[in-house]
């Protein structure tokens, strides 16, 4: 996973796996980082559903469910102008 992340340029590299989209924002201390966003279901009390959704900066530390599934990368290109 880092040695795909490492070959793209920041900024224009999404990783997409199982509900979470990163986008790459390069690297600090040979760690990659990223822009997260993923969410996931709840349930309320009163049986009422809602989906949460979660944004942050940080490396690639996933849980490990993450790394079982395939991993999806996207590299965003200029359009002409």
Request: net charge neutral; charged share 15%; with cysteine.
């Amino acid at each position: 996973q880092y040695r795909a992340m490492f070959s793209n340029a920041p900024f224009t590299t999404i990783q997409i796996s199982n509900g979470h989209s990163q986008l790459y924002l390069g690297e600090y201390n040979n760690e990659p980082f990223v822009f997260d966003t993923h969410g996931y279901g709840y349930k309320n009390p009163d049986g009422k559903e809602y989906e949460i959704r979660r944004s942050c900066i940080g490396n690639l530390s996933q849980p490990a469910y993450f790394l079982r599934n395939q991993i999806y990368f996207i590299t965003l290109e200029a359009g002409n102008k």
